[in-house]
């Protein structure tokens, strides 16, 4: 916590306001607004329940496709399957970890030929580097299919300068307890389309009609954040650049340690026109050339009760999902097999980086 989180919700308290609407969402939303340069953002419970109303703005109904990341985490796809669509999984590129454009594009056509254009483009920002924006958009406008743009892993993160989650139709943040700010859950629809973002804090309030009475003409969903929870993401704004400046500072720690290991490499921002929160600092472990793997090393740090965890497995390898088209091309299973997320919170101390070297110095010789 920055500090003065709970000045916000102690006003909540103050004044009564613990429903789920009020100063500190109305604020919050502002706030969020004017960092990102956008025209209008809808706070809500998750950034899942963003995503799902996303895909209800968007037209996403029974029996249509969507293009989505495979390499992410589910809460990507599961609401694809809250519709009753049929998620489409498209494999990474080496360079950003991200939706290849060329099997997107593959993609599109494919289904198309087989008479089923897809309503919509789910393309993940991972671990906040972004994608390769001008292509996957340049292939968005030319077929005509909307963008949104999940940013969860990615506020602050930019492309050519400009904020992720504002490039697409709709852009998707969380403010999960992991993210790079929190608000203990929470979430938020971003978007220029003023009406749509109307639309979406009148769904996500149960779609509760204009009447004197409790009058309801479509179906709603009780997706608003609540005053307190805002009130958290109102302190943690105040410190979000902090937040990003401390990740990026992990991430060059890690780099100074092991960037020189031949058989360690790193996601790492292609050129100039990315840059990354770096939400968390992840590597690829060559195996081939270090004698042990990605596993080896995650045990190493679990033995001295150090947390690390793989990489997201590829949806299209999971049990639930394994049975939807997937255009791969083996890069994102690569990627689960040898990469591993290292400790990036921001609240790690001195201790802390003591003890996560001395495991590194132990595994890797240094």
């Known amino acids: 916590m920055g500090g003065n989180e709970i000045k916000y919700v102690q006003e909540a308290f103050d004044t009564n306001w613990i429903a789920p609407l009020g100063p500190n969402v109305d604020n919050f939303e502002k706030d969020l607004a004017s960092y990102l340069k956008i025209n209008e953002v809808a706070a809500l419970s998750a950034g899942t329940a963003a995503l799902h109303l996303a895909l209800i703005l968007a037209g996403v109904k029974n029996d249509d496709e969507v293009i989505v990341s495979s390499f992410t985490f589910s809460a990507s796809v599961n609401p694809i399957v809250y519709q009753c669509a049929k998620p489409i999984f498209v494999d990474s590129e080496e360079k950003t ?21 897809p309503k919509a483009i789910i393309v993940v920002h991972l671990y906040g580097m972004p994608a390769q924006v001008d292509k996957i958009m340049g292939i968005s406008k030319k077929y005509e299919i909307p963008v949104i743009e999940d940013a969860a892993e990615a506020l602050g993160s930019k492309f050519k300068g400009t904020n992720l989650g504002t490039f697409g139709k ?51 969903y009780n997706y608003r954040m609540s005053n ?16 990003i400046s401390k990740r990026r500072e992990i991430n060059l720690y890690y780099r100074n340690l092991l960037e020189k290991i031949e058989g360690v490499s790193f996601l790492t921002e292609p050129n100039s026109d990315y840059f990354s929160n770096f939400w968390l600092t992840t590597i690829l ?48 299973e690569k990627l689960f097999d040898s990469g591993l997320c290292l400790p990036s919170g921001t609240n790690m101390t001195d201790t802390d980086f003591e003890r996560i070297e001395k495991v590194l110095s132990r595994v890797f010789n240094l």
């Open 228 to 243: 307190i929870v805002a009130g958290i993401g109102r302190g943690q704004m105040e410190v979000l650049e902090q937040r």
């Open 97 to 117: 970890w991200n939706m290849s454009p060329e099997l997107l594009e593959e993609a599109i056509k494919s289904r198309m030929d087989k008479g089923k254009k």
């Open 285 to 332: 472990i060559d195996k081939n050339k270090l004698g042990f793997d990605r596993e080896d090393l995650r045990l190493a740090f679990e033995r001295e009760n150090i947390e690390c965890r793989p990489l997201w497995k590829p949806m299209h390898l999971q049990p639930v999902f394994e049975n939807y088209p997937a255009y791969v091309n083996g890069v994102s």
């Open 170 to 220: 709709f852009g998707i943040l969380s403010f999960n307890g992991n993210k790079i700010i929190t608000t203990s859950g929470g979430g938020a629809l971003v978007s220029d389309d003023v009406e749509a973002i109307k639309k979406a804090r009148f769904l996500a309030t149960q779609a509760r009609d204009n009447a004197p009475h409790y009058q309801h003409s479509q179906i709603g």
